[in-house]
């Protein structure tokens, strides 16, 4: 099983970005799937998460701006961030708890994607 994300990239402060990430492999089920980011020399830490329902919770710095969504038929989670800030530059994760065939309920991490907002 593998996330595969894409999206990141260079965008002026005020700007829009969209990140998607795919799950992929041999899949029974999905719970939660989020987007967590870490910057340079900080903890990661969550920045959306939306259940298997469509349930949502976001961190208050991103609420406003941010919406999660996800796919359950194609398995994927995207992440539409507007009215970016130089202080959401970061690496995105994105994260799934999963039950694989091959095992049980584990959770999952994305390659990171790199979003760079410049002022």
């Known amino acids: 099983v593998q996330l595969v994300e894409s999206g990141g990239g260079l965008v002026q402060a005020g700007g829009s970005l969209r990140l998607s990430c795919a799950a992929i492999g041999i899949i029974r089920s999905i719970r939660d799937m989020g987007w967590y980011r870490q910057a340079q020399g900080k903890q990661r830490e969550l920045v959306a998460v939306?259940?298997?329902?469509?349930?949502?919770n976001y961190a208050d710095y991103v609420k406003g701006r941010f919406t999660i969504s996800r796919d359950n038929g194609k398995r994927t989670v995207d992440l539409q961030m507007n009215s970016l800030k130089p202080e959401d530059t970061a690496a995105y994760y994105c994260n799934a708890h999963i039950w694989a065939v091959a095992g049980g309920w584990d959770d999952y991490w994305g390659q990171g994607t790199q979003v760079t907002v410049s002022s």
């Open positions: 939306v259940t298997s329902g469509g349930s949502t």
